[in-house]
């Protein structure tokens, strides 16, 4: 059974940094992309950022401040989050698709606010 789960949201201030986690399990991790959206209040869940094994993506609104990264050992990719602005202001969700279906973590807050 694949699972997602996020964790490292949490409260901070503009400028500030937080590290997304996300592990994974019941697939094999290293085949897959793995990417990271968000859900900003009262909008549409939009796309973060994306990691494969030959490279990684960024949405231009976080390109220079946010990474992805991943470790196939140990089944998890993070994203780095520097910088933040208010807008950053989310539910971040982790999302591989695997075998043609789509999977989701659960989410994780993450307010940027003084």
């Known amino acids: 059974q694949v699972q997602l789960v996020e964790s490292g949201g949490g409260l901070v201030q503009p400028g500030g940094s937080l590290r997304l986690s996300c592990a994974a399990s019941?697939?094999?991790?290293?085949?897959?992309?793995m990417n990271w959206y968000r859900q900003p209040p009262g909008k549409e869940r939009e796309w973060v950022a994306t990691?494969?094994?030959?490279?990684?993506s960024y949405a231009d609104s976080v390109k220079g401040r946010f990474t992805i990264s991943r470790d196939n050992a140990r089944n998890t990719v993070w994203l780095q989050m520097n910088s933040l602005k208010p807008e950053d202001t989310a539910v971040y969700y982790c999302?591989?698709?695997?075998?043609?279906?789509?999977?989701w973590g659960q989410g994780t807050q993450v307010t940027v606010s003084s």
């Open positions: 990691i494969t094994n030959t490279g990684d």
């Open positions: 019941g697939f094999i991790f290293s085949v897959y992309a």
């Open positions: 999302y591989a698709r695997v075998r043609r279906v789509d999977y």
